[in-house]
């Protein structure tokens, strides 16, 4: 993992991490090269990790090798479906019924005891956490949310929006990650 990023993302956890009371499982969605999950393996009982991009991956792999900690290698979504990609697979760009990229809700995974949810996936936010609602509904994690502006679609608002809906209260912003809370 690259220095200079990793020290970057530091505040974000401690922050974050902070509120959090009850240290059984989290989810990381968007683990990308694992920066957020040799941190979450330490503290946490299992941390799930979701990871599409087969070069960020493959780092991972090289980079994670906590036994807690199990990766599924599907971006997350408001519904099943494939998703093309844009800069060179970093990115979901948008619902395709060809693209590379097989998306599920992370309802689907049926995931218990969940304490924390970290969720990094630069612009399909809001379709994680629709395809989210039972599992934050029945866990009340705590949830760390990167919410950049987007004009283009208002995806920071709309999070904002529905994470209210959920009955969450806004707790923290640190650069362009958001802490929630269950009020």
Aim: aromatic letters at 10%; a positive charge; one cysteine or more.
């Amino acid at each position: 993992i690259e220095e200079s990023a990793e020290k970057t993302q530091q505040e974000h956890r401690t922050e974050a991490l902070k509120f959090v009371k009850r240290w059984n499982n989290c989810i990381d969605v968007g683990s990308s090269v694992g920066m957020w999950t040799r941190e979450l393996a330490t503290r946490f009982k299992k941390v799930y990790c979701f990871e599409p991009n087969p070069i960020f991956i493959e780092c991972f792999n090289k980079n994670i090798t906590e036994k807690n900690v199990e990766l599924f290698q599907y971006g997350l979504s408001d519904k099943e479906h494939r998703a093309s990609t844009k800069k060179q697979l970093t990115v979901l760009q948008g619902v395709s019924d060809v693209g590379p990229v097989v998306c599920k809700t992370l309802d689907s995974f049926n995931l218990k005891n969940i304490n924390f949810i970290k969720i990094d996936v630069d612009g399909f936010e809001y379709r994680v956490l629709h395809g989210a609602m039972k599992t934050i509904r029945e866990n009340s994690p705590i949830i760390n949310i990167e919410l950049k502006k987007d004009k283009r679609f208002d995806t920071a608002r709309r999070c904002r929006k529905l994470l209210r809906k959920l009955g969450y209260k806004f707790a923290k912003r640190i650069r362009h990650d958001e802490i929630w809370f269950k009020k």
